[in-house]
């Protein structure tokens, strides 16, 4: 059975669904006013891990995402740049979802800008108005009046003893434990907000007030939430530094809007740190997947994208994850044995007959502990490890043993499995490619060289093909190589 720590009650719970009809998950996007950083693509492969093992688990799961395309953020960047707002955060929204599919994360069921939420945000807003958890203030903005939330701070374990009454934020973003009324919608400013406004009407003490301005961040996800999965959800994900105040803030509207818990489970991974340091423009340590990328140009982009999702998985989701070009390498690295593995397969002799015993019997014990790891509060550095030994007892077997087609096929849909969580696997490297006929001679004049015992030729032969691109393998059946992707 899985469990998983639920930041509400700081344990490790049972996971029960609300429904058997199916799990819903919502996580917090990216705010798009710039390239998303590393820090943020963590927090993403987390969430990716997780509705994949619970998929993988047998769980009928539907997830939504939001994308912040208003907010202070985008609307002073797009102010600068001299655009309109909108075509302005479709860009980044673009370069975002370039980002996830280069990192092998499968987007959401449903991707909603918070822009096309307007309506459903002013009638959230209203609604807590009339029941008197907002207030319309002297700024011209509308508060929410968090002294009438009583279990405000809960989830970010806020001690409330000294909290100053009336005190009010209309930042989208403040301080850690700056408990105070925030905005639900803020009034218009030519200064800060240019041509970005919405003239939204409200009924306060019985009269109709019109109240220019925009959303405030928070509202955003109450009313997307509410808009495509109702009062409640099952898990709610994202960032630890989204605890507070961005998802107590959720809890508040949500909660005190429909009467209902939120979210059952709420989930977070840790922070991000490059070289053991908090990642910062002003510390020369921010990174994009971009940055990365181009700092090994010798190397696939897909490549390195596939090394830091490794580098992700080998960390425990609710620990710091230090990235390092170090480790990011080592990882390259490691894929060179995934990769390895598959060209083996592929290139394995193939004879018939059934699946033996001890294959057999090797292949359930891996797929019992790989999932008894996953169901250990997502264990990824454990199943990660799970994987890497199956891989050690394959090369194993072949190295002592001719496997039967069975056995191979056992073997690969045991990987596919597993990748179906890790998304590290290289699949397209079991079909076999056409090769150059240059490549083809080489081949040939380097079997011919071995069966003659002259290995001098034998090994210029492998240079002049690992130049050309190719990684060499000797089989059974003589050279194999496959065109390496960096």
Same mark, same amino acid.
């Given at each position: 059975?899985? &469990?998983?720590? +639920?930041?509400?009650?700081?344990?490790?719970? %049972?996971?029960?669904?609300?429904?058997?009809?199916?799990?819903?998950?919502?996580?917090?996007?990216?705010?798009?006013?710039?390239?998303?950083?590393?820090?943020?693509?963590?927090?993403?492969?987390?969430?990716?891990?997780?509705?994949?093992?619970?998929?993988? @688990?047998?769980?009928?799961?539907?997830?939504?995402?939001?994308?912040?395309?208003? =907010? =202070?953020?985008?609307? !002073?960047?797009?102010?600068?740049?001299?655009?309109?707002?909108?075509?302005?955060?479709?860009?980044?929204?673009?370069?975002?979802?370039?980002?996830?599919?280069? #990192?092998?994360?499968?987007?959401?069921?449903?991707?909603?800008?918070? $822009?096309?939420?307007?309506?459903?945000?002013?009638?959230?807003?209203?609604?807590?108005?009339?029941?008197?958890?907002?207030?319309?203030?002297?700024?011209?903005?509308?508060?929410? !009046? *968090?002294?009438?939330?009583?279990?405000?701070?809960?989830?970010?374990?806020?001690?409330? $003893?000294?909290?100053?009454?009336?005190?009010?934020?209309?930042?989208?973003?403040?301080?850690?434990?700056?408990?105070? =009324?925030?905005? #639900?919608?803020?009034?218009?400013?030519?200064? $800060?907000?240019?041509?970005?406004?919405?003239?939204?009407?409200?009924?306060?003490?019985?009269?109709?007030?019109?109240? %220019?301005?925009?959303?405030?961040? &928070? *509202?955003?996800?109450?009313?997307?939430?509410?808009?495509?999965?109702? %009062?409640?959800?099952?898990?709610?994900?994202?960032?630890?530094? /989204?605890?507070?105040?961005?998802?107590?803030?959720?809890?508040?509207?949500?909660?005190?809007?429909?009467?209902?818990?939120?979210?059952?489970?709420?989930?977070?991974?840790?922070?991000?740190?490059?070289?053991?340091?908090?990642?910062?423009?002003?510390?020369?340590?921010?990174?994009? @997947?971009?940055?990365?990328?181009?700092?090994?140009?010798?190397?696939?982009?897909?490549?390195?994208?596939?090394?830091?999702?490794?580098?992700?998985?080998?960390?425990?989701? !609710?620990? +710091?994850?230090?990235?390092?070009?170090?480790?990011?390498?080592?990882?390259?690295?490691? /894929?060179?044995?995934?990769?390895?593995?598959?060209? !083996? *397969?592929?290139?394995?002799?193939?004879?018939?007959?059934?699946?033996?015993?001890?294959?057999?019997?090797?292949?359930?014990?891996?797929?019992?502990?790989?999932?008894?790891?996953?169901?250990?509060? @997502?264990?990824?550095?454990?199943?990660?490890?799970?994987?890497?030994?199956?891989?050690?007892?394959?090369?194993?077997?072949?190295?002592?043993?001719? @496997?039967?087609?069975?056995?191979?096929?056992? *073997?690969?849909?045991?990987?596919?499995?597993?990748?179906?969580?890790?998304?590290?696997?290289?699949?397209?490297?079991?079909?076999?490619?056409?090769?150059?006929?240059?490549?083809? +001679?080489?081949?040939?004049?380097?079997?011919?060289?071995?069966?003659?015992?002259?290995?001098?030729?034998?090994?210029?032969?492998?240079?002049?093909?690992?130049?050309?691109?190719?990684?060499?393998?000797?089989?059974?059946?003589?050279?194999?190589?496959?065109?390496?992707?960096?």
């Amino acid at each position: 059975m899985l &469990h998983i720590y +639920n930041t509400l009650s700081r344990e490790i719970e %049972p996971f029960k669904p609300l429904s058997q009809a199916g799990v819903k998950v919502y996580y917090c996007g990216p705010t798009v006013y710039n390239y998303v950083h590393i820090g943020n693509l963590r927090a993403f492969l987390f969430e990716d891990f997780l509705v994949r093992t619970l998929r993988f @688990l047998g769980y009928k799961v539907q997830t939504t995402m939001n994308i912040t395309d208003i =907010d =202070d953020k985008t609307i !002073r960047d797009s102010r600068k740049a001299g655009e309109a707002l909108i075509p302005f955060t479709q860009k980044f929204t673009a370069s975002f979802s370039e980002d996830l599919q280069a #990192l092998g994360i499968v987007p959401a069921d449903t991707i909603v800008p918070i $822009s096309t939420l307007i309506d459903d945000m002013v009638v959230m807003i209203q609604g807590l108005l009339d029941k008197g958890f907002a207030y319309l203030a002297d700024d011209g903005s509308i508060y929410y !009046r *968090i002294s009438k939330f009583k279990t405000y701070g809960e989830l970010a374990h806020l001690d409330m $003893s000294g909290m100053k009454s009336g005190v009010r934020i209309d930042n989208d973003e403040y301080a850690k434990d700056a408990a105070a =009324d925030f905005a #639900l919608w803020k009034a218009y400013s030519e200064e $800060s907000d240019g041509d970005n406004r919405w003239d939204a009407e409200f009924s306060i003490w019985g009269a109709t007030v019109k109240v %220019p301005g925009r959303p405030g961040w &928070h *509202i955003e996800c109450s009313a997307c939430n509410l808009r495509h999965f109702g %009062p409640q959800i099952d898990i709610h994900m994202g960032g630890i530094d /989204l605890v507070f105040p961005h998802h107590q803030n959720e809890i508040a509207q949500s909660e005190a809007f429909t009467g209902k818990q939120f979210s059952k489970y709420w989930m977070h991974c840790g922070h991000l740190l490059v070289e053991g340091k908090k990642m910062a423009k002003s510390a020369n340590n921010f990174h994009t @997947l971009r940055d990365i990328c181009a700092k090994y140009p010798d190397i696939s982009p897909k490549l390195v994208a596939r090394a830091l999702r490794l580098m992700v998985l080998t960390t425990n989701y !609710r620990e +710091n994850f230090n990235f390092t070009f170090s480790t990011l390498e080592a990882g390259l690295k490691t /894929l060179e044995s995934f990769d390895a593995i598959l060209d !083996r *397969i592929r290139n394995a002799p193939k004879s018939e007959g059934k699946v033996r015993k001890d294959v057999r019997e090797f292949a359930q014990m891996a797929m019992l502990d790989f999932v008894e790891y996953l169901e250990d509060d @997502l264990n990824t550095p454990e199943a990660l490890a799970r994987v890497h030994e199956c891989i050690n007892d394959m090369n194993r077997v072949m190295d002592s043993t001719e @496997l039967f087609t069975g056995e191979i096929h056992a *073997i690969t849909e045991l990987l596919k499995s597993f990748d179906s969580v890790l998304g590290l696997f290289d699949f397209s490297r079991l079909t076999e490619v056409e090769l150059p006929e240059e490549i083809r +001679n080489l081949v040939e004049r380097r079997d011919s060289a071995k069966a003659s015992k002259d290995f001098a030729l034998a090994d210029v032969v492998r240079s002049e093909l690992e130049a050309a691109g190719y990684a060499v393998t000797d089989t059974k059946g003589g050279t194999k190589v496959q065109k390496k992707q960096g």
